[in-house]
């Protein structure tokens, strides 16, 4: 982390910098517990920004018993004492005011506090709010007296404490700094600053830790603002012209082809979204620049074909295609799906297979040792076209004779470097397309996948039925038998139904062969994040989609824990009169592939009417005489969750209905929930997915909906709020400067400053920024 080029120093070498240690600046005592947080340069220093402010005048809190509590107020009375347990040891009993509530303060070592807080005094105390005798108290708090010299002007940082060390210390230690490296050159060009009206980068840095006014704030916060989007769309940008600087191998295809004759077979005509797709895919394959296409689509709009006929292409040009899916019940339907499709095209060698035609292989962890082996040899020997496997295929030892393509099936779980292992698959960079299973907002597809060209599928095929979605009250019986109702009429008409929970049973504790079920939890503070610079805080802790709710209650708002699979299934089984003789199974991630597989195939064939399952079924899952979803506590469950699920239904000729029941019941709680209600309205009132993907946005906050890497310590994006316009149009802004910047110069030697902030800032964060979750 030694950032010592970052920002050129003005004064020479012998004055402190950016890169200098804080063990040097702030001693060993300060400096120790910053280490242990990842803080060693002064630059990491400065990078720690305030969470909050407060304004040092007296403010009015709300005060909950065991809370942690900030608050400026002054002190009324302070009086040394000695305890009456011990009349030999004294404490400090103090009263202070915030202008509305009085909290009594104790401290037992007193002579530091005694001389401080004099009546009069204006402080910050930070402790846990505690009662006594029906009066509120804080046990030593740390204080930090306000100088009446700026008693009514300053604005207080307030940074997350760090180990031993309080806010304050924090800020003297932040003042210490910011004083010693004094002055820096800015990185990025003048005339960018110029352009955009913002300050430089040392002025930004001062005020967003030492703010005046809330202006001054402002003004850092701009900056700082643009300096994220631009170093993260400069590296993007870079990523991608590097990679379009790599020999790939051009696959044009070739006339009266496996594509050829696919395309003469299929029983549909493609959509104009898959046609224009379909010809842009075409024309990037038949250049060696290797491809890197994002391809989103809504739940069925029918990115499988488009995908399978640049498959076809690449096969037809002498390559191979690898198809990787995140699950294995995927992977396993892919492989169904793709060689039905096929018909004759996918059986070569076999009897019947047409004479143009390669094979398809399916590659899974739980496949006997004898089918692997055959899997693993016609891979490698390149009698398999299509290999398909899941994300795990390019940790193993898979060979493949001439990897040409690959295309990775839902891209939330598939990062940078897992794409990195399976182009080192190839001899030459493979092309590449990723299909998101849901849309993504334009402000996460810019930043999140900004190194590829995306393209989009916004209309659904022909002749899809209409989806109806319903809310209902889950400890409503009316309601619920209702429900089961349509389910058991759907049965009775030969259709087929889903009903979802989110966890699998009472003693579910979190593993990893569980990874595939699990609730987008979103919690009440999900979303907060218009606050200052941390606000996407909300969503520490939120798991992505791969969580698993624990089963027990849920603390925060004391609801029953959520009905688990086990339950579900007991209760359709027993206590369920509607459904007597309907055929249930279970499917959920705890069975092995091939149980799970087994139990899609029997569902697939109309064997079993009701699957009862986790969100395994999330993604893909194409049983077209399958009408009716329940998905059970479904306000746990992200919005784009939903959409997903809900697109399992619809997919044949017959109408779908989905319910989501939820024990919300915004009628009967003040609190409501709200969030919860709305993202459920918000689904029951739209099938449009880019508009939802934009809701779930807004509603979640970006640190759920980057995924896990954006939600540790040290987020990429602090500033950005991408679902607000403002930021988005940012992001737009600096994408063109960052092109503009690299369009001739991809190492930016014009700009060493900017490069070397750049390499400083990524350095050891690249992976995990790039990494998406
Ligand atoms: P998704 O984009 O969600 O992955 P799929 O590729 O699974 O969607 O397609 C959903 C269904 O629609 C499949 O059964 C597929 O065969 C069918 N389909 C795809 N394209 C068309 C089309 N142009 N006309 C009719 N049906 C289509
Ligand atoms: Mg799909």
């Known amino acids: 982390m030694a950032g010592e080029t970052t920002w050129v120093d003005r004064e020479g070498a012998d004055r402190a910098g950016p890169g200098s240690s804080l063990r040097s600046l702030l001693g060993k005592r300060t400096a120790d517990p910053l280490d242990k947080v990842g803080l060693v340069t002064a630059a990491d220093l400065l990078g720690w920004y305030p969470r909050t402010y407060l304004e040092a005048k007296l403010s009015t809190t709300q005060l909950h018993e065991g809370e942690h509590l900030v608050v400026v107020a002054e002190v009324l009375r302070a009086a040394v004492a000695p305890i009456r347990s011990n009349p030999r040891k004294k404490l400090l009993r103090a009263t202070v005011t915030d202008g509305t509530t009085e909290i009594d303060l104790t401290f037992f070592s ?85 352009r955009h009206g913002l300050c430089d980068r040392a002025t930004a840095i001062r005020l967003i830790h030492q703010p005046r006014t809330w202006g001054d704030l402002e003004t850092a916060r701009a900056r700082l603002r643009y300096d994220e989007a631009l170093v993260l769309q400069t590296a993007l940008v870079q990523r991608r012209l590097t990679a379009a600087a790599d020999e790939g191998t051009a696959r044009p295809g070739r006339p009266g082809g496996l594509l050829d004759a696919f395309d003469a077979a299929l029983p549909f005509p493609l959509t104009e979204g898959q046609r224009i797709v379909g010809e842009e895919l075409a024309h990037d394959l038949a250049s060696p620049v290797p491809m890197h296409r994002l391809l989103q689509g809504d739940v069925g709009s029918g990115k499988t074909v488009v995908a399978l006929r640049a498959m076809l292409q690449v096969v037809d040009s002498g ?118 299973a849901t849309p993504i907002p334009r402000s996460v597809a810019m930043t999140v996948f900004g190194d590829m060209e995306t393209a989009v599928l916004r209309e659904l095929p022909a002749g899809r039925s209409p989806i109806t979605t319903h809310v209902v009250r889950q400890g409503d019986g009316t309601w619920m038998a209702r429900m089961w109702q349509v389910v058991a009429d759907a049965v009775a008409a030969g259709r087929q139904a889903y009903v979802v929970c989110g966890r699998i049973g009472d003693s579910d504790s979190p593993s990893g062969d569980e990874t595939e079920d699990g609730f987008v939890e979103v919690g009440p503070s999900a979303g907060a994040g218009a606050g200052g610079p941390d606000g996407a805080d909300g969503a520490d802790g939120i798991d992505g989609a791969d969580g698993i709710d624990p089963g027990g209650t849920d603390e925060a708002t004391a609801r029953p824990p959520a009905v688990s699979l086990l339950q579900a299934y007991d209760l359709l089984l027993h206590a369920t009169p509607q459904l007597q003789g309907v055929r249930f199974a279970l499917l959920h991630g705890r069975l092995s592939g091939e149980e799970k597989d087994a139990v899609m195939r029997r569902f697939a064939a109309g064997e079993i009417d009701v699957l009862v399952a986790t969100t395994v079924i999330e993604v893909g899952v194409d049983v077209p005489n399958a009408t009716v979803m329940v998905v059970l506590d479904a306000d746990r469950f992200g919005i784009s969750q939903l959409h997903q699920l809900r697109g399992r239904v619809g997919r044949g000729q017959h109408a779908g209905t989905c319910f989501l029941a939820t024990p919300v019941d915004p009628s009967g709680d003040p609190e409501g929930r709200p969030v919860a209600w709305q993202r459920l309205q918000a689904v029951a009132g739209t099938t449009d997915g880019f508009a939802l993907a934009e809701q779930d946005l807004e509603l979640r906050g970006e640190g759920d909906v980057l995924g896990a890497s954006q939600s540790g310590r040290r987020r990429r994006i602090r500033m950005l709020r991408l679902a607000n316009p403002r930021d988005v149009e940012l992001i737009a802004e600096a994408r063109d400067d960052a092109q503009a910047l690299l369009r001739d110069d991809v190492a930016l030697t014009a700009h060493p400053r900017l490069a070397a902030w750049l390499a400083d800032t990524l350095d050891d964060e690249s992976a995990a920024y790039l990494e998406r979750g």
């Open 110 to 194: 007193h002579w530091g506090p005694a001389k401080d807080l004099t009546p009069g005094t204006l402080a910050v105390f930070s402790g846990k709010a505690g009662t006594f005798n029906g009066r509120w108290q804080l046990s030593h708090p740390d204080y930090q007296v306000i100088q009446d010299s700026v008693r009514h002007q300053q604005i207080l940082p307030v940074y997350r404490a760090v180990d031993k060390l309080t806010s304050w210390q924090i800020g003297t230690a932040m003042g210490i700094v910011l004083d010693a490296v004094g002055d820096l050159e800015d990185p990025v060009p003048d005339e960018l600053l110029r």
């Open 319 to 436: 390559g191979q295609a690898a198809l990787l899916a995140p699950t294995e019940v995927l992977a396993a339907q892919h492989d169904r799906s793709i060689r039905a499709i096929m018909g004759p095209l996918a059986e070569a060698g076999l009897l019947g297979g047409a004479d143009d035609a390669t094979r398809v292989v399916l590659l899974t962890g739980s496949m006997s040792t004898d089918a692997r082996r055959r899997a693993l040899s016609e891979a490698a020997s390149g009698q398999a076209g299509i290999v398909i496997g899941t994300h795990a295929l390019i940790q193993e030892a898979v060979q493949l004779a001439d990897l040409g393509l690959v295309v990775v099936d839902e891209q939330h779980r598939f990062g940078v470097e897992q794409r990195d292992a399976l182009r080192a698959k190839a001899a030459r960079p493979p092309h590449v397309l990723v299909m998101t």
